[in-house]
């Protein structure tokens, strides 16, 4: 079969990896961008005008997501309204410890809205990513119960560098620790994702 005879159905699968792959990347440099400019404000102009660019920022890639992605995922956009209001607060009282706490809260939410779906028999990880992942009911909880108590480190480990740190060195955690550390948690979970793994027919 010569190249022009090829199904068109073989070439979109030929041609799925390297697209999947360029629109991974450009979701990361889309949310990574904000912390960035967040970082070289504030080393450069001081914490205020690195807020302020951090919130212009984040504006820009909920923007750009929405124009190159077609769609804002849920925790970004979470995670920007308290950008926002976290930053103008800071700016408006000329007080860094709203922008400094806004990570301890943030995560703090994202951990009670899962353990609270635990409670209420709500699976909202399964919600939000149902359309992407085909898990076992047990294989929900299991993740919900590791990222909610990942949110509660997460919150924990920002009071503690903010509180003993300088705040140069709390913006540094911010960009390029948290970032790596989610990434570790997060290739940790796939022996989980295999184990409860759904196939097409629904079992295991």
């Known amino acids: 079969m010569s190249e022009q005879d090829k199904p068109s159905g073989a070439e979109a699968e030929e041609n799925s990896g390297p697209q999947f792959d360029r629109k991974q990347l450009l979701k990361m440099a889309i949310e990574f961008g ?75 939410l994202f951990a009670a809205i899962l353990f609270g779906g635990l409670l209420a028999n709500r699976l909202f990880l399964k919600i939000v990513f149902g359309d992407v992942m085909r898990l076992e009911e047990e294989g929900w909880r299991i993740l919900t119960v590791r990222w909610a108590l990942f949110f509660v480190f997460l919150a924990g480990l920002n009071e503690v560098v903010w509180r003993t740190c300088t705040t140069d060195t709390w913006v540094a955690f911010k960009v390029f620790a948290i970032m790596p550390i989610t990434f570790v948690f997060a290739l940790a979970q796939v022996g989980i994702l295999k184990k409860y793994e759904l196939s097409t027919s629904g079992s295991r």
């Open 34 to 108: 904000p912390l960035v400019v967040f970082f070289f404000a504030n080393s450069q102009y001081g914490i205020f005008a690195g807020t302020a660019a951090f919130m212009v920022a984040t504006v820009v890639s909920l923007i750009a997501s929405w124009s190159l992605l077609g769609k804002i995922a849920t925790m970004p956009l979470v995670t920007g309204v308290f950008v926002m209001v976290f930053g103008a607060l800071t700016l408006w009282l000329q007080d860094d410890h709203f922008i400094k706490v806004k990570p301890t809260i943030v995560n703090g």
